[in-house]
């Protein structure tokens, strides 16, 4: 048994059964006497039950050449000297700058030296800091 609450107990609402469900499974990542594939099924009937309540995607129209440049995007509010910004950085510095098109949606209240470092290493950067979605 997983020495946690039953995170289908610990609330009624729809939201806060999947937010609690993501915690007890970042949990039992690091709950080093549980066996993998029982933290592995967990994490593919978390997967299961909450895939259910969205909508299938669908086919793109893309292009599916596989020698066309890849566009990627990043959006966060942690491009400043924080911790997400140091995990973010080597991703951004080593992709492979021919294949690949980088762009950074920064949500960034107040940019600083870390801002700017990985302004330098994205093709592209959007400050979306004050839009509205």
Not at 2 to 13: A, E, K
Not at 28 to 50: Q, S
Not at 75 to 98: G, Q, R
Not at 102 to 128: G, M, P
Request: aromatic share 12%.
């Amino acid at each position: 048994p997983i020495p946690c609450v039953p995170w289908q107990s610990q609330t009624s609402g729809q939201y806060q059964r999947r937010v609690h469900g993501q915690n007890k499974l970042l949990a039992m990542n690091y709950l080093y006497k549980l066996p993998m594939d029982e933290v592995t099924e967990a994490h593919r009937e978390w997967g299961m039950r909450f895939s259910k309540l969205y909508k299938k995607y669908r086919t793109h129209d893309n292009d599916r050449n596989p020698d066309r440049t890849i566009r990627i995007g990043y959006i966060s509010p942690d491009f400043f000297a924080h911790s997400v910004s140091y995990f973010i950085e080597a991703p951004l510095t080593f992709h492979n700058k021919e294949n690949c098109h980088i762009f950074c949606y920064s949500n960034v209240v107040k940019e600083d030296h870390k801002t700017i470092i990985l302004k330098k290493v994205a093709h592209e950067w959007r400050n979306i800091h004050g839009t509205r979605a």
